[in-house]
């Protein structure tokens, strides 16, 4: 493993998603330590971003107060609140000022797993089994202790100290194997579907998390199936 770099994350944030899985992700919180191996990831572009537009973006319609991060320097970390309850983490990546992130979908935790199971019980309750500690890009906010909005922007690059909390992103020196893409779990409509096979994962993983259509999605599919090709 060694330390991710901006340079290698000023790319596409469809480009460096896959990148991603293998690596590890180091946070300490109040002085207790939880490394977590990346499995599953999912790209999303804001607007202006790549070749055509993301409707599945924080950023589609362009800067908000709450997408800021996202059009900032890469390699910092975007932490946005989920419906009201769950912080969930994105790796920046594309030039500063193109907006862009990589949502960490899923973990497996390779350090501090007493620390990351006290945390989840505070917060959602049992934990089934040690594959699901950060399986879910909820859980896995819960497992490393970042939290929305004291953490949304803390640099993952330089390790900088933000509200309390320290957070290193490695890379693996080579790319993993096995990796598999698909359309992006729980996104709504078109941007849910293999249109956007945004989402990338270790096949086989135990903490990578299950497929579920998005509201309008399988229909939005559906659909694309029933269109011919031009080449038909």
């Not at 950023?59 to 890469?74: D, H, S």
């Not at 989840?120 to 594959?131: C, I, K, S, T, W």
């Not at 004291?150 to 993993?176: K, M, N, Q, S, W």
């Not at 956007?196 to 299950?210: L, M, N, Y």
Request: aromatic residues 4%; hydrophobic residues 40%; glycine residues 14%.
């Amino acid at each position: 493993m060694r330390p991710a770099t901006r340079a290698e994350l000023a790319v596409l944030p469809v480009e460096a998603a896959p990148l991603l899985l293998g690596g590890l992700l180091e946070t300490v919180v109040a002085g207790e330590r939880v490394v977590v191996r990346l499995t599953e990831v999912e790209a999303y572009h804001g607007r202006g971003t790549g070749d055509r537009p993301d409707p599945g973006s924080h950023a589609r319609m362009g800067p908000t107060a709450r997408n800021a991060t996202m059009w900032g320097e890469p390699g910092h970390l975007y932490v946005y609140l989920s419906h009201g309850i769950h912080s969930c983490v994105n790796v920046v990546c594309g030039p500063e000022g193109v907006a862009g992130g990589v949502l960490l979908r899923g973990a497996e935790v390779v350090e501090g797993a007493d620390i990351a199971q006290r945390r989840r019980l505070e917060r959602r309750g049992a934990v089934r089994a040690a594959r699901d500690l950060a399986r879910g890009p909820g859980r896995l906010g819960d497992a490393v202790g970042l939290r929305h909005p004291v953490h949304d922007g803390i640099d993952a690059v330089t390790g900088a100290e933000r509200a309390g909390a320290r957070a290193r992103l490695l890379l693996p020196g080579t790319p993993v194997a096995g990796v598999a893409t698909g359309p992006r779990v729980g996104v709504a409509g078109v941007a849910g579907t293999a249109a956007f096979p945004w989402r990338f994962w270790i096949e086989g993983d135990a903490t990578v998390s299950p497929f579920r259509w998005g509201r309008g999605a399988a229909e939005a599919a559906a659909r694309q199936a029933d269109t011919p090709s031009v080449l038909d």
